[in-house]
């Protein structure tokens, strides 16, 4: 199911059936290495329910990367998806409890995307979200459905992978790395087992030296809401420079639990996107520095697409009363469970 739905996401924000782009821009300048977020520090300054538009919502490159246009447009499809969603964001913040939010939109920066195309394109968007912001009903469908047909014929995926499913499913199975994963994945019906902290800590300090084996038993561990959660250890992982095929998925529980066990589910609940995007941007400089090291992993390309692409955690799900966690977490719950289904059939 993962991997369905990394192809199903990634390929239909990109426009995976697109020409490849002869015309693109060429490569100008260098990405610079940016002073690092301080990831604890965002948190500890964020107040609840703030706008994002008016904040440090862009992309810092932690190391000086190759001056090619692959790292270019790396940058901007992560700076384009980092402007879109805090728009939405603080549009949510209107819809939902009246908030003016129309002067912190005004102060997003487009002057970041490296694309002159895009970046008009999506100055465009951004003049009509602002315009939005001030009505009682803001309806940016039409505004939406335009520019993504831009990103569309400029990022089309297969510029950068060709990757067949098959050929993903096998590079990304974490059964190569984990030989106890069909009965550890079983251990979900034990919710109320006492051993299962000594198992999973165990599993954890074997596996320091493997870093897919560790990422599939901390996000496994996370999943049983027991007393000693391990938040803190994905956390730790993700900040630690630590690469996995799946620092995707290790992200997105991450930060479902957070949501859920610090914050909560309800519409009117904090939902501090910009904390939980400074994380995202560790994992996505993690993803780069992979790139830099090993130029044909085709699997780490399609990991930074995806990544910079999943939408920040929503406060209008399409719920009555929840916000983007719960259904979240039990998409979560079934990833790797429905992947199992599949292969017994």
């Known amino acids: 199911m993962r991997i369905v739905t990394i192809l199903a996401v990634v390929l239909c924000l990109t426009g995976c059936q697109g020409k490849k782009n002869d015309e693109a821009p060429k490569a100008q300048n260098q990405l610079s290495a940016q002073n690092p977020i301080n990831v604890e520090k965002v948190i500890e300054e964020w107040k609840e329910n703030d706008t994002m538009c008016d904040k440090d919502i862009y992309f810092h490159a932690e190391n000086e990367y190759p001056s090619t246009q692959l790292f270019l447009d790396l940058e901007d499809v992560r700076n384009i998806y980092a402007i879109v969603f805090s728009l939405f964001d603080d549009l949510d913040l209107k819809t939902r409890f009246g908030a003016d939010v129309t002067d912190a939109m005004k102060k997003i920066r487009t002057d970041v995307i490296h694309d002159e195309g895009i970046r008009s394109a999506l100055q465009k968007m951004v003049d009509v979200?602002?315009?939005?912001?001030k009505t009682d009903e803001p309806d940016l469908n039409n505004a939406g459905g335009?520019?993504?047909?831009?990103?569309?014929?400029r990022y089309p995926l297969d510029n950068y992978t060709d990757l067949s499913?098959?050929?993903?499913?096998?590079?990304?199975d974490w059964h190569k790395d984990v030989e106890d994963m069909d009965e550890v994945l079983k251990f979900r019906d034990r919710e109320s087992d006492d051993k299962l902290p000594e198992f999973f800590h165990k599993k954890i300090k074997e596996s320091q030296d493997n870093d897919e084996a560790l990422a599939f038993y901390l996000t496994e561990y996370s999943f049983y809401g027991l007393e000693e959660l391990p938040d803190s250890l994905l956390a730790d992982f993700m900040t630690s420079g630590r690469y996995s095929h799946s620092i995707d998925y290790v992200w997105r529980v991450w930060r479902c639990h957070?949501?859920?066990?610090?914050?909560?589910?309800?519409?009117?609940?904090d939902i501090p996107n910009l904390y939980y995007n400074a994380m995202r941007d560790k994992c996505l400089n993690t993803i780069l520095r992979r790139i830099v090291a090993n130029p044909e992993d085709k699997v780490a390309i399609l990991n930074f697409f995806y990544l910079a692409s999943y939408p920040d955690m929503e406060r209008l799900a399409g719920t009555l009363t929840g916000n983007g966690a719960m259904a979240e977490e039990i998409s979560l719950s079934k990833v790797l469970l429905d992947d199992e289904e599949e292969e017994e059939e």
């Open 129 to 133: 979200c602002v315009e939005a912001s």
């Open 258 to 269: 957070y949501q859920t066990r610090n914050c909560g589910l309800s519409t009117y609940s």
């Open 165 to 172: 499913p098959e050929e993903l499913a096998e590079l990304t």
């Open 146 to 153: 335009i520019f993504m047909n831009e990103m569309q014929k």
